[in-house]
């Protein structure tokens, strides 16, 4: 089994402020890790740091064996932002953001292959877009929009998945959209790296969770398992997770579940 | 006697043509990449690479070229850094290129800043065959690298870190649109002048996506208004006697301001019909 990415001591330090603190952390080919924690812990730090994207101010990266700079096979990597960029304003319909996940596959003066139009459609209808294939981006919801970004990483039929808090005030329809699109990439045995605030119906998908305080890894192994109330039948673990006070030693999942 | 009927108005009707499409081509990119204003900086550098053409008797448009092409790889050079506040090193640019060229054709013999008035507010009926010829092979330059380049810019101006993420080269892209975007600056400045470049490379733009809703169609339309505003704007502007540069701009605003009434009206329809 192959390595997809693997950080050996990673630090980040933005104007100063140090956001990541040495972190070690490998994904394997197959795995689908969640990175949990509270606001501010470093979780979308550490995941763009993973593409590089967020330059390292110390410590590796490798990305399937390579460091980002001479890293070539970027097809390979799916990249689902935390948000849809709406740039200057210039509109962009569904399909034509969708269809931009495809750039890592075409060849640069050439056409759009019939394979591209096919994995466009095939990614639009897999997070169930199609009928909005034409409209503006502008005019979706957040979570259709959230929907709109994880189809364009699909289009690029990548290995690997990152994707920044994807469920992040999305709506309960998004939601069961994604955990759908999260079981069929589990099927397929493809490799998720994955930022949420908390898992709710995914929990079953994930193999191995990773848990960030203040820039450290305070957790890195099974998720988290519900405990007391969160176990009991009925349950849909939906609650607001506060974030977790500087002092505490606590993640933030554990903090929430013994308030819970 | 029609416009047809003298050489300078045809040469000017071609090179209106020209920088109709082009402005408007590479102004969808970097109105996407929120560097609306960018043309405007590179064409207060590009005013400078004017003066020092009259200095060192060499043609201004080459001149303009390089200058406005070394000025604008400097904007997007600060502008990646990101670090410093990027508005106020690209202001100081503009000042310095603007203050550059004041000086230095006061200091080329014979010259004085009348000099620089047809490069400031354009005199494209003052565009000779050999000028044709090199804004013509400019603008043919800037649309093939947008067609070859197009999916990647679009993924670029979209969001960075995707196309970073996606392995694009981001550093040589950003450079890349920066000396797209200079060598228009030039191409246009001829018609409506440095001042009122920018004009071309916005206002079609934000009058296109008042009625569209795709980002090939923003940008296929506001090639129409392009052309419709410098083609427009040259014409009336002969016929009434007055700035061609200022008339094309004007009718550029015109054009955008009709364009608001109609797409809310026309999305207003729309609403109209989902929720009935």
């Not at chain 1, 509270?38 to 993973?50: C, F, H, Q, Y």
């Not at chain 2, 810019?153 to 981001?170: H, I, R, T, Y």
């Not at chain 2, 409506?192 to 008042?210: D, E, F, H, I, N």
């Amino acid at each position: 089994m192959s390595t997809a990415f693997e950080m050996t001591g990673g630090q980040v330090t933005i104007d100063g402020r140090k956001i990541l603190r040495g972190i070690d952390l490998r994904v394997d080919d197959g795995e689908v890790v969640a990175v949990l924690g509270a606001n501010g812990s470093g979780k979308s730090t550490l995941v763009r740091s993973l593409l590089g994207v967020q330059p390292l101010s110390g410590g590796s990266i490798l990305l399937y064996g390579h460091p980002p700079a001479r890293f070539r096979e970027w097809r390979r990597i799916g990249y689902v932002p935390q948000r849809l960029s709406v740039g200057g304003g210039v509109p962009a319909t569904v399909r034509e953001v969708v269809a931009s996940g495809r750039i890592a596959r075409q060849r640069r003066g050439r056409w759009t292959s019939a394979a591209d139009r096919q994995a466009v459609s095939a990614a639009l209808d897999e997070v169930g877009l199609s009928d909005r294939a034409g409209d503006p981006v502008s005019s979706l919801s957040g979570g259709q929009q959230q929907r709109v970004l994880i189809a364009r990483a699909l289009a690029g039929e990548p290995d690997a998945f990152v994707m920044d808090e994807p469920t992040a005030g999305v709506d309960a329809a998004s939601q069961r959209m994604l955990a759908k699109t999260m079981a069929g990439l589990v099927e397929r045995g493809k490799t998720v790296v994955l930022v949420a605030h908390e898992l709710g119906a995914m929990e079953p998908l994930i193999s191995r969770a990773v848990v960030l305080n203040q820039g450290c890894k305070v957790h890195d192994g099974a998720p988290p398992s519900p405990v007391g109330t969160h176990a009991l039948p009925g349950h849909d673990h939906v609650h607001p997770h506060e974030p977790a006070p500087a002092e505490s030693s606590l993640p933030g999942w554990a903090l929430a579940q013994e308030k819970a | 006697m029609t416009i047809f009927d003298l050489d300078f108005m045809r040469y000017a009707l071609i090179a209106a043509v020209m920088v109709g499409l082009t402005a408007p081509a590479v102004g969808t990119f970097i109105v996407q990449r929120r560097l609306a204003l960018l043309g405007d900086g590179i064409g207060h550098v590009a005013l400078t690479g004017v003066a020092l053409g009259f200095l060192t008797g060499t043609a201004p448009v080459a001149t303009a070229v390089v200058v406005a092409a070394l000025g604008a790889v400097a904007i997007e050079m600060v502008r990646a850094r990101g670090k410093t506040s990027g508005d106020v090193a690209l202001a100081l640019l503009f000042y310095g290129g603007l203050a550059g060229g004041v000086m230095i054709i006061y200091l080329t013999p014979g010259e004085s800043t009348a000099s620089l008035n047809s490069y400031l507010f354009g005199a494209i009926t003052s565009v000779t065959s050999t000028d044709l010829w090199v804004i013509a092979s400019l603008a043919v330059a800037v649309l093939a690298l947008l067609t070859i380049f197009g999916r990647e810019l679009f993924v670029l101006c979209q969001d960075e870190e995707v196309a970073k993420a996606s392995g694009l080269p981001v550093r040589f892209l950003g450079l890349l649109i920066a000396v797209i975007a200079s060598v228009t600056v030039v191409v246009a400045m001829r018609a409506v002048g440095l001042l009122l470049v920018s004009a071309l490379m916005v206002v079609p733009v934000a009058t296109s996506q008042q009625l569209t809703r795709s980002f090939r169609t923003t940008m296929a339309l506001s090639m129409v208004f392009g052309v419709l505003a410098t083609v427009g704007g040259l014409t009336s502007s002969f016929y009434l006697d007055v700035p061609s540069g200022a008339t094309i701009v004007l009718l550029a605003l015109a054009g955008f301001a009709v364009a608001l009434g109609v797409g809310r009206f026309v999305r207003r329809s729309r609403t109209g019909e989902s929720t009935a």
